[in-house]
């Protein structure tokens, strides 16, 4: 199992002193999805945001987790600060969060972003390529930091199984296409194996949108969408 998140369970930091600390974020998303990963023995995919990340890991940027017990590797993935304004502060959390909860803030979308949000996607993809054991993984991506992964991940592991959840809501069909991306996210999104959401509403606002905006064949009855040659089935969870 690999588990791809913006946010690391664990993160290294210098303290003034010189020294190296652990410290583990308050994150229900690493509450969740951990036991998973220590059970399976697998590897978990995020930014390396510590300022002593990279003092802990191997020639592959793995470091063995929980440190007083490893069970499976944090793999790092290093960004540069215009990569995380641009990706993650920017495309991610200016224009697609305000976007998706319809709050009361005008949802902001830059080019530059874009293309850095695309850019990090595609680096989170081939980490995940290179941290696969099998040509079948079981591979669980989280959030809307990553909406074009399944897509890329599928092109280069076309028989894993991905499943993806989406943490916060889906707008109706009217709201999403407000945003200039709308198909390319759309098209990622159905890289997916499973695509889940908080509610069944919020199941019906994106099939709703798939139906609107892209070319796909639509099985309303299993929740499921047929495009590029694969299935995704669109799950409330």
């Keep these: 199992v690999i588990v791809v998140s913006n946010r690391e369970p664990y993160i290294h930091n210098r303290t003034d002193e010189g020294e190296i600390s652990l410290q583990i974020p308050a994150s229900v998303l690493v509450s969740a999805l951990e036991p998973v990963t220590r059970a399976t023995g697998g590897t978990w995919v995020a930014h390396g945001s510590g300022s002593a990340d990279r003092d802990v890991v191997d020639a592959h940027d ?8 490893p069970s499976y590797h944090l793999r790092r993935v290093w960004l540069s600060e215009e990569e995380q304004d641009g990706y993650y502060y920017g495309f991610a959390n200016e224009g697609l969060w305000p976007l998706c909860h319809i709050a009361f803030v005008r949802p902001t979308f830059r080019e530059p972003d874009w293309r850095m949000y695309q850019t990090v996607n595609e680096k989170f993809a081939d980490a995940v390529a290179a941290e696969a054991k099998t040509k079948e993984p079981i591979v669980l991506l989280q959030d809307y930091p990553f909406g074009l992964l399944p897509r890329y991940v599928r092109q280069r592991l076309p028989d894993a199984t991905i499943i993806t959840f989406w943490h916060i809501p889906w707008p109706n069909s009217e709201t999403f296409g407000i945003c200039p991306y709308k198909e ?54």
């Excluded at 793995?62 to 017990?69: E, F, L, S, T």
């Excluded at 099985?219 to 040659?229: A, T």
């Design 62 to 69: 793995r470091v063995a987790v929980p440190p007083a017990n």
């Design 184 to 237: 390319e996210i759309i098209d990622g999104l159905l890289g997916s194996s499973i695509l889940g959401f908080h509610t069944q509403f919020h199941c019906n606002n994106f099939i709703e949108t798939v139906d609107r905006f892209i070319e796909s064949r639509i099985d309303r009855e299993r929740d499921s969408i047929f495009h590029q040659g694969n299935e995704t089935l669109v799950r409330p969870y």
